[in-house]
């Protein structure tokens, strides 16, 4: 059993020492975009925190959500950022387990140049969004009465700088279009559904449609825009046309139509 147990960690090891070898390479590739990535999350932040000075607490917006899911209560709010954080250490995890086991189907650095990819855009996005549209938070520390809701207006730049995190982060105001715990739970999600061996979730409606129903058949001239509308007589004729060619197995070209419309 010792013996055993001596000659499996001498394997691991092992892989462990050649992971690193081919990971180290594959950063010294790919720092810039790494480095990038991370630095791009501290943007992230500072633009989050800018944001919250411009916050005006108000009522919260009705939403189905809302009447559909009891609220958890103040008390119960450290719920949420439990399960975001499992998430998130999950995925985390998940991505270094090639350093460990012997099936694996990607690099650790390829995949978080992927994933700080699909963050770098997402966050990109959610930035424009959540300056051009403000909304009052409905988090309890975003709402009217709480000392957290608005911030005094800062003495400095550096103020806005340090962010003051982590509370900084965990009680942010104004950025609601769209959320950020969600897209890092959408990245990570499809980031494993795509790479992973084991699927535990679908993208819902679009995986679900895709799986049911036959992919689309393609028409082999391809298409071309009408420029002119066609009148009700010229309508009804190139109908009958069209369902006599498909009739017989013949392919209907686009290119006919339009030479009946010109010449109308």
């Known amino acids: 059993m010792t013996l055993y147990i001596g000659r499996e960690a001498s394997k691991l090891w092992k892989r462990i020492c050649a992971e690193t070898s081919a990971e180290s390479n594959l950063f010294i590739d790919n ?56 998430v998130f250490l999950s995925f985390f995890l998940w991505t270094f387990h090639p350093f460990v086991v012997k099936v694996k189907k990607f690099y650790t650095v390829q995949i978080w140049c992927r994933v ?57 105001c104004g950025d609601l279009i769209f959320s950020s715990h969600m ?37 082999t001239n391809g298409s071309s825009l009408i420029l002119l509308p066609l009148s009700t007589k010229d309508k009804d004729k190139w109908t009958k046309e069209e369902n006599h060619k498909l009739l017989n197995g013949n392919s209907v070209n686009p290119a006919d139509r339009d030479l009946q419309v010109r010449s109308a």
């Open 116 to 172: 700080l990819a699909y963050l770098v855009v997402s966050q990109t996005l959610q930035i424009f969004t959540f300056y051009s549209t403000q909304l009052p938070g409905p988090n309890y520390h975003c709402r009217p009465g709480s000392k957290l809701a608005r911030l005094p207006e800062p003495d400095g730049v550096l103020e806005v700088l340090v962010i003051n995190f982590p509370q900084g982060v965990i009680y942010g």
């Open 31 to 86: 720092w810039k975009y790494i480095i990038a990535g991370f630095v791009f999350q501290y943007i992230h932040g500072v633009a989050a925190r800018g944001v919250h000075y411009l916050h005006r607490p108000g009522p919260t917006l009705q939403d189905l959500g809302f009447f559909l899911l009891p609220e958890l209560g103040q008390d119960k709010a450290y719920i949420s950022e439990a399960v975001f954080m499992f």
């Open 183 to 219: 897209i890092f739970t959408l990245v990570f999600v499809l980031t494993y559904q795509k790479y992973g061996t084991r699927r535990y979730t679908v993208n819902l409606v679009v995986f679900f449609v895709d799986k049911k129903l036959p992919e689309l058949s393609g028409r």
